[in-house]
């Protein structure tokens, strides 16, 4: 395998002699906990990419297979007794596969479909629409759009996947100002990435931010020519599409000129604290790549850094489930700092689900390219959830909170999917639990849909 671009070849091979095969990210594996098989472990794709590097195997249909299994969920970093760095791995082993190895024709037209579409929210937007209209048609030509069977035919599969996850109602969107003043003694100023998805699925999680960020001393920017952070492209190996959303990304908060960017997507922040990184090679912009990363944050990371609360917390009685995003608390290690947000609310029970690093299936684009799997663990991740009995669920990533709707209404248990910052928005307003739902209303009308 010729490692291009982000790494050298004696660089990367550093980075797989590190694992010493003991077998402790085995048991952190989704894949492996679906399938019990070696090559589909971290410690057995690490073996592959070694076996690569080294030409000793060719990067075949088969290797790709096993690569493309992987979330990329990150479980397996802090697992991992002697440090390795299977997410830099991941991501330079699937660039290259983009680069040199050609797919099957239906896959790389699937593939480039969902980039032209998934990182452009305009073109999101009229796609959510163009399902449906076409899910009657999708539900005739090849049956339900419950969960896809597994090991089925893949077109088959993602096509189910692709309309069963879209939203059947989107919710009505409302842009965020482009400025909002600090309502106490300002704190800092606060630049805020509004995310592709995010803002034509679940708009209410950037305004509930800035309700927030302001009410808790932030000047609030939300600079209306930002785009696509590139965190589907990077996770995808996509990596020269990354670079270009990043420096566009860069440029835009640069230009607003925010002491901190927060984010309120798990994949979105993880992709942009990996700037420096991503951007290494690039003389132009590897300095401002690097600064800019030192400045993002998670939103509940920021919250918790500004210490004591300004705003009263109003009481909200009711039970949380609380789902750590794999990008949030693998990634980027943000585990405590949303549970202590959520602790700032009176009367909010936080319920801990079963197997908390395990990942929901979501992943990106993963339950698109690879719905069987990705499905098997929404409904594990379901079933746990639901025997919690809570009246809500919160997570901290639109893509997870559109997969975890879709995996609970299929066990016919449907709560309100909220994001902790909807929830602190929520108590610091005194909403009314009515009110709380019908902000959540769009995703849960949707679930009990399907």
């Known amino acids: ?63 790709v297979r096993h690569i493309d299994a992987c979330l990329g969920c990150l479980a397996c970093v802090p697992a991992c007794p002697s440090g390795v760095r299977y997410d830099v791995l991941i991501e330079r082993t699937r660039a290259q596969i983009e680069r040199g190895y050609r797919r099957s024709l239906s896959d790389r037209l699937y593939r480039d479909l969902l980039f032209r579409v998934l990182p452009y929210p305009v073109r999101l937007r009229v ?170 944050r998670d939103v509940s990371e920021l919250l918790v850094d500004l210490g004591e609360p300004r705003a009263p917390r109003h009481p909200l009685r009711m039970r949380v489930a609380y789902q750590d995003a794999c990008h949030l608390s693998h990634a980027q290690r943000v585990h405590s700092q949303p549970r202590q947000l959520l602790a700032t609310i009176p009367g909010l029970e936080i319920l801990e689900i079963a197997e908390p690093d395990m990942c929901c299936g979501s992943a990106g684009i993963y339950n698109l390219v690879e719905p069987e799997p990705a499905f098997a663990l929404g409904d594990r991740k379901a079933a746990h959830i639901a025997a919690l009995q809570p009246d809500v669920i919160s997570t901290a990533n639109p893509g997870c909170r559109l997969h975890l709707a879709a995996a609970c209404a299929r066990r016919g248990f449907t709560r309100p999917m909220l994001h902790p910052i909807e929830l602190v928005d929520a108590s610091i307003r005194a909403l009314r639990p009515g009110e709380i739902w019908n902000r959540a209303g769009s995703l849960r009308e949707d679930a009990q849909g399907r």
Not at 39 to 51: E, F, N, Q, T, V
């Open 127 to 296: 796609a959510f629409a163009l399902s449906a209209l076409v899910r009657p048609l999708i539900d005739a030509v090849v049956g339900t759009t419950q969960a896809p069977p597994p090991r089925q035919a893949r077109p088959d599969t993602r096509m189910r996947a692709l309309v069963a996850l879209a939203p059947r109602r989107m919710a009505q969107v409302a842009n965020v100002p482009v400025h909002t003043a600090a309502r106490t003694s300002r704190r800092a100023s606060v630049g805020v990435l509004t995310g592709c998805v995010q803002r034509f699925v679940c708009p209410q999680v950037n305004q509930a931010t800035v309700n927030v960020l302001s009410t808790e001393g932030c000047e609030v920017i939300v600079p209306s020519a930002q785009s696509c952070c590139g965190a589907l492209s990077l996770h995808a190996g996509r990596t020269e599409e990354a670079r270009g959303f990043a420096r566009r990304t860069i440029e835009a908060f640069e230009r607003a000129g925010v002491e901190c960017v927060a984010v309120n997507s798990a994949g979105c922040g993880s992709a942009m604290k990996q700037y420096g990184d991503l951007l290494a090679d690039d003389e132009r912009w590897a300095t401002r790549a690097r600064e800019f990363s030192t400045r993002v």
């Open 1 to 63: 395998m010729r490692v291009e671009g982000l790494s050298s070849v004696k660089e990367t091979s550093q980075l797989v002699d590190a694992c010493v095969h003991c077998g402790f990210c085995l048991p952190a594996c989704p894949t492996y906990a679906l399938w019990g098989e070696e090559m589909d472990s971290p410690r057995g794709r690490i073996y592959l990419m070694k076996a690569a590097l080294e030409e000793r195997a060719a990067v075949s249909a088969t290797f």
